[in-house]
T-cell receptor, first 113, second 115 residues
């Protein structure tokens, strides 16, 4: 059974700091991995999608890496801003007949102005 | 990108009544949709997989008679919470997977409060 864990569970940083969020998964047989942002009481905003054959993806100040063999992904946020404050979720997709997302436990990020 | 629309965004209902939540894919067809539930300060937990034209597949521990899923067309899946109780109060969100190597797309979510 796939289990996805995120560390840390919560993080508070001053504005401008670079930070790394971690995601680990137990079954390396994944199709892709997706990072989401969730604001309080809201739905999900997709940030980055990494295919199983890729090592990293970048979008603006965000960079996500994937090491499938070790079951790890990181989300790097450069020059953090108060507007980055949210819960960040990673999710892995197995594909095929079980084409569903398994979500991580989430990291609650607070960027202090 | 593809859009998934979920309605209503929030609903308050009395204990014992039923509530229907709709999930529509607006510009693409979805033979499969997924329903998730999220309790406060917790991650999303998959409840069931909705399959167009066939029965839904439920995750372990999810009561299929309580959470009725219907996927009658390629663009619409519905989740009905029957005989709702306060412990069913939660955030429900649907998702449709993209085709091939595409990303998954999510609805806006529905906040259900049972009083």
């Amino acid at each position: 059974k796939q289990e996805v864990t995120q560390i840390p569970a919560a993080l508070s940083v001053p504005e401008g700091e670079n930070l790394v969020l971690n995601c680990s998964f137990t079954d390396s047989a994944i199709y892709n991995l997706q990072w989401f942002r969730q604001d309080p009481g809201k739905g999900l905003t997709s940030l980055l999608l990494i295919q199983s054959s890729q090592r990293e993806q970048t979008s603006g100040r965000l960079n996500a890496s994937l090491d499938k063999s070790s079951g790890r992904s990181t989300l790097y946020i450069a020059a953090s801003q108060p507007g980055d404050s949210a819960t960040y979720l990673c999710a892995v997709r197995r594909g095929g007949a079980t084409n569903k997302l398994i979500f991580g436990t989430g990291t609650l990020l607070a960027v202090q102005p | 990108g593809a859009v998934v629309s979920q309605h209503p965004s929030w609903v308050i209902c009395k204990s014992g009544t039923s509530v229907k939540i709709e999930c529509r894919s607006l510009d693409f067809q979805a033979t499969t949709m997924f329903w998730y539930r999220q309790f406060p300060k917790q991650s999303l937990m998959l409840m069931a997989t909705s399959n167009e034209g066939s029965k839904a597949t439920y995750e372990q521990g999810v009561e299929k008679d309580k959470f009725l899923i219907n996927h009658a067309s390629l663009t619409l899946s519905t989740l009905t919470v029957t005989s709702a109780h306060p412990e069913d109060s939660s955030f429900y969100i649907c998702s449709a997977p993209g085709q091939g190597e595409s990303e998954a797309f999510f609805g806006q979510g529905t906040r259900l409060t049972v009083v």
